[in-house]
Structures are given as structure tokens and as C-alpha cells.
């Protein structure tokens, strides 16, 4: 059975990869962005042109993950004209890059604002959906950042990536009772094909950030040294491809977690425990149920 899907932060990169390969599989996919009749306009007509030149369900659709009325909105459309949400693919995200005493607390609080709390606004948009469903599967795109090594001067993103990613953990056991499932895609550092880095925002204090010239050339010397490890079949095509396979699994098929790392960070290998001690922390405190969702009889 094909799903109906909600993803956020279509527009470019890992979400727009994303959703065209979902719906392409035959999934029925809304592509969520904030501003499509302005200045992601031409992002979304792109979208609508390639739906009709393929003939698949790829629908662009207002969602400003800052809002809770705009998540609102999102998910009630969506529940009007298919009746369900089988999937909602937590993908909208935020980068900033520099010292990290150089971004104001108010600054910080807006990287947590798109990272972790929009996730949040679109959970409670979501979820009671799914709840009632009683099915369902929670996808989070997170990052290696949150266990593997990484670079300085991108603090206040790995922080929120970091609370992310617990918050996904936290509700896996939350949500398990009510059949709705979750998995956590974990990808590397992609040097090319997303405008992450392109992208990223940096801090409003230039004389706090002026102050650590020292480390001038860090951050370029780090971006030649991961080119030069990342092979050249290294594509973020591949974090899409492994969105399609997950969402075709079968229900209690899918993995609580998969790494798509071509650079070798060391995430894959923490996770490896981490996920362990995990489970079996769960198993002897007694909630060993919640680490597979019930399936609705």
C-alpha cells in the first residue's frame, strides 16, 4: 500500500531529494515549504512541473515549521483530501557556522527555533492524527554531528541537532503504544549536492567573531581535507534512497536508526553501542514494549 506523506523542508536538498524519489516510488507526497507563493514560488512550480512530466503525486504545500497555526494548516489540508498521514519525514533544518561565544543567545534560540522546536510544532500538527490512526511513522532526518566527530564553529547546530535527535528517542517510546513507529536517518557531511553549507547563517557579532582570526582558514582547511575523504560516489541521493526503502519496509521491519556516512566519522560505530545499552536499559527497567510499536488488531 502506498503512503501518504508529509515532508518538511522540501524545498532543497535532502527534503526535495527526498520527496521526488518518494513520490516517484508511487507514494503520495506533500513537499512543505514556507512561502510557495513567493520566494520558494519557483520551488514549488519546479515541483508541479516535474509531477506532471512524471505523472506521480508530488503536491508543494505551505508550511512555515516556525508556526504552529502554518503546521496546523499543513497537516489539516493534507487530512482533507487523503483522510490520513502514513508518514511524516521531520527533514527541515538550519545551518549556522562560527565561534560560538560570537551568536547571541536570542540567535542561538532561532537555530533551535527551525531545528528542534519546528519539529516539535509539526509533531503536534501531526501526531494526533496518527494517533487516532493508530499507525503511523515518525522519519527523522538528524546528523552524524550528534555522535560522530565534527568540526568547530558549528556549535549552536549541533546543540540543536543534538536535541533533536533526543527528543526523536524520547518519543519512539512515547508513541510505540499507539502503533506509530519511528526511524532515524543519520546522514554524514555532504560536501556537494545540498546547499547546506552554501546556505548557512553566521553570527551578527563581527567583532566577537573577528576576535578568533587566529583560526582563520579552519574552516576552509577542513572542507578540503573532508573533499578529499568523501569518495566520489558520494551523493545525498543516497539519503533518499534509503528514506524509499525505509517507508517501503513492512511495519516492524524498519530500523530505529540508519547512517549514511561516506566520510567515516565514527557515528556508525558509537551508534552501534549507543543503540545497545539503549535497548537493553530499556529491558531491564521494564518498558521493553515500547521499543516496537503496537500493531493495531
Known amino acids: 500500500m502506498k503512503s501518504v506523506i508529509m515532508v518538511t523542508g522540501a524545498g532543497t536538498g535532502i527534503g526535495k531529494l527526498s520527496a521526488q524519489a518518494l513520490a516517484e516510488a508511487g507514494h ?14 519557483g520551488r514549488a512550480d519546479e515541483l508541479r512541473a516535474l509531477a506532471a512530466a ?29 483522510g490520513r498521514i502514513d508518514v511524516v519525514m521531520q527533514n527541515a533544518g538550519h545551518l549556522v557556522v562560527g565561534p560560538s561565544e560570537a551568536f547571541t543567545a536570542e540567535e542561538m534560540m532561532k537555530v533551535f527555533d527551525t531545528n528542534l522546536f519546528g519539529a516539535q510544532r ?3 500538527a501531526v501526531l494526533p492524527y496518527m494517533r487516532r490512526q493508530e499507525s503511523g511513522l515518525v522519519l527523522w532526518i538528524s546528523s552524524t554531528t550528534t555522535k560522530g566527530g565534527f568540526p568547530p564553529f558549528m556549535g549552536p547546530y549541533g546543540a540543536a541537532k543534538a536535541a533533536m ?18 526511524s532515524i536517518v543519520v546522514p554524514g557531511a555532504f560536501t556537494s549536492g545540498t546547499d547546506h553549507f552554501p546556505s548557512a547563517g553566521k553570527p551578527a557579532d563581527t567583532t566577537t567573531a573577528a576576535a578568533y582570526a587566529r583560526y582563520d582558514g579552519v ?33 516492524g521491519m524498519r530500523p530505529m536508526r540508519s547512517v549514511i556516512d561516506f566520510v567515516g566519522d565514527g557515528a556508525a560505530q558509537v551508534l552501534e553501542v549507543s543503540e545497545r545499552v539503549r535497548i537493553e536499559f530499556a529491558q531491564r527497567i521494564g518498558m521493553g514494549d515500547l521499543l516496537e510499536a503496537k500493531v493495531k488488531t
Not at 240 to 249: K, N, Y
Open 54 to 82: 512524471k505523472d506521480i503525486q508530488l503536491h508543494p504545500l505551505e508550511l512555515d515549521v516556525l508556526s504552529q497555526r502554518s503546521a496546523d494548516a499543513a497537516a489539516a489540508a493534507i487530512i482533507g483530501e487523503q
Open 165 to 182: 535527535d533526543s527528543l526523536a528517542v524520547t518519543l519512539s517510546y512515547e508513541l510505540a503504544r499507539f502503533g506509530v513507529e519511528t
Open 219 to 251: 574552516m576552509d582547511q577542513i572542507g578540503e581535507r573532508l573533499t578529499a575523504l568523501t569518495p566520489p560516489d558520494a551523493d545525498p541521493r543516497a539519503v533518499a534512497d534509503e528514506v524509499v526503502r525505509i517507508v517501503g519496509l513492512k511495519r
Open 122 to 124: 509539526v509533531n503536534r
Open 28 to 41: 503520495n507526497v506533500y513537499a512543505t515549504m514556507r512561502d510557495i507563493d513567493g520566494r520558494n514560488r
